[in-house]
């Protein structure tokens, strides 16, 4: 029993924390891929947060399950950045790395901008890269959500994202598609957020264009400005993206290395356990996929149960593998 897996190793920690000692491996956001080069042949748990716009409302998701893996195996850790801003008067030219959408594009002096990009994703890959790597994006096999930037709640997703309440929201990522967007933001794609865009730069209190956030499929950006001289409705929300757990039924997995399209015959809302396994094989068990506004997902939003807390303390992204034993 000591070294059995899931729920019945964790009734007999007692026991077992006589002979066995845990380790955990634990990762900050450093703005570059990190590694975890397996120690033993065994179980492991792997916990990731996705990166936070702002408390309560705007935080990233939470995935964890327990993986099997052989010795020097190499896994590669993806943290996402947190939203920054493009103040003072400067053009947002970047995304936050791991996939948070690119803010609303302001180069005027005169008036103030207040445009924020997306939050990026956490995830765990099978092959090194850039994060936007075709390649790499593709062996991705867990990833929690970033959060987008808006008035209101855009948590990062569980299986579906979530959209703000503001002017022109980009829409949420699901395990299929990204964000939508509207007008000339961008749409979000397979891991990365959609940009914002700023319809009226030259009105003061219509620059709020936010990106959307990072996730398997990521949000979509936001529009700012309107019709009227007060910019009565200024702000455009960036949506949040989506989760993904191999193994976690109601995720949908893409063909193949080469192939982003979903598998065949899984599409959004699926039931099938088999649509969420990953081409290369590995499948987490005991899995747990909860949003950043704290709702459980099994194959739909479930109660709220609350999200962990991030062990970080900057806002970013965050990684956690505790080695289980045998």
């Not at 070294?3 to 955990?24: A, I, M, P, V």
Request: glycine content about 18%; charged content about 15%; proline content about 3%.
């Amino acid at each position: 029993l000591c070294f059995s897996r899931g729920k019945e190793y964790r009734q007999e920690r007692t026991y077992c924390n006589l002979y066995f000692k845990k380790e955990e491996y634990k990762y900050e956001y450093t703005g570059s891929v990190q590694e975890f080069i397996v120690p033993y042949t065994g179980d492991y748990k792997i916990e990731l947060w996705g990166a936070s716009y702002q408390e309560r409302t705007q935080l990233g998701s939470y995935t964890s399950g327990i993986l099997s893996l052989t010795k020097d195996t190499t896994l590669y850790l993806y943290l996402g950045e947190k939203p920054f801003s493009c103040l003072p008067y400067t053009e947002c030219n970047r995304n936050s790395f791991n996939g948070g959408g690119i803010g609303g594009f302001f180069t005027q002096s005169n008036y103030m901008a207040r445009t924020y990009s997306g939050s990026g994703a956490t995830d765990v890959r099978l092959v090194s890269g850039s994060w936007d790597d075709f390649t790499s994006l593709n062996s991705r096999i867990m990833v929690a959500a970033g959060s987008g930037v808006c008035e209101g709640v855009c948590a990062g997703g569980g299986l579906v994202g979530h959209v703000g309440s503001d002017y022109d929201n980009g829409g949420a990522g699901t395990q299929t598609k990204g964000g939508k967007a509207t007008s000339d933001a961008t749409a979000g794609s397979f891991g990365k957020g959609g940009n914002g865009f700023i319809s009226t730069p030259y009105l003061p209190n219509c620059n709020d264009a936010f990106g959307g956030g990072g996730g398997y499929y990521g949000g979509g950006g936001g529009r700012s400005g309107s019709s009227d001289t007060l910019c009565t409705s200024r702000y455009g929300s960036g949506g949040s993206g989506s989760s993904f757990i191999s193994g976690h039924n109601g995720c949908v997995a893409i063909q193949g290395e080469n192939n982003q399209s979903p598998k065949p015959g899984c599409m959004d809302g699926t039931t099938d356990i088999k649509c969420s396994i990953h081409y290369s094989g590995y499948k987490f068990e005991n899995t747990k996929m909860i949003d950043g506004a704290g709702y459980l997902w099994t194959t739909k939003k479930e109660e709220n149960v609350g999200l962990p807390p991030n062990p970080g303390s900057s806002g970013n992204g965050y990684a956690r593998v505790t080695y289980l034993g045998r």
